[in-house]
């Protein structure tokens, strides 16, 4: 079992929804999160004053899968989230980790059952 973690631009989740519902993923879990990496932030310009503005809006995806299903989601993301066809600064990561145990609360049922 391993837990795919994605930070995606906002306005992507909808896209990135649709493509992991369509090889069959039904569970994510979604948290607005703010940082910054190559991106650095931006300067803004608020009633004549400029401030920095150092952490972006993300959305941080969880998705507990199978083992085997890791490309198909990795392929998924990745597609649906990038800017164009090269790709921007500010699309995002992904970090693939191991899961060493899942529960389903409900029922008590553990391991892949319970994803």
Same mark, same amino acid.
């Given at each position: 079992?391993?837990?795919?973690?994605?930070?995606?631009?906002?306005?992507?989740? @909808? !896209? $990135?929804?649709?493509?992991? +519902?369509?090889?069959? /993923?039904?569970?994510?879990?979604?948290?607005?999160?703010?940082?910054?990496?190559?991106?650095?932030?931006?300067?803004?310009?608020?009633?004549?004053?400029?401030?920095?503005? !150092? %952490?972006?809006?993300?959305?941080?995806?969880?998705?507990?899968?199978?083992? @085997?299903?890791? !490309?198909?989601? #990795?392929?998924? &993301? +990745?597609?649906?989230?990038?800017?164009?066809?090269?790709?921007? /600064?500010? @699309?995002?990561? #992904? %970090? &693939?980790?191991?899961?060493?145990? $899942?529960?389903?609360?409900?029922?008590?049922?553990?391991?892949?059952?319970?994803?």
């Amino acid at each position: 079992m391993k837990m795919v973690t994605a930070i995606i631009k906002p306005f992507k989740l @909808d !896209d $990135v929804r649709e493509a992991l +519902s369509e090889i069959g /993923i039904s569970g994510i879990t979604a948290t607005e999160v703010k940082g910054f990496g190559r991106q650095k932030g931006h300067t803004e310009l608020y009633r004549g004053a400029e401030y920095t503005v !150092d %952490f972006l809006p993300k959305v941080k995806l969880e998705i507990a899968i199978a083992a @085997d299903q890791v !490309d198909a989601v #990795i392929e998924a &993301i +990745s597609s649906s989230a990038k800017s164009d066809s090269e790709g921007k /600064i500010g @699309d995002g990561k #992904i %970090f &693939i980790s191991s899961l060493e145990q $899942v529960v389903r609360i409900r029922t008590g049922e553990t391991g892949s059952v319970a994803l």
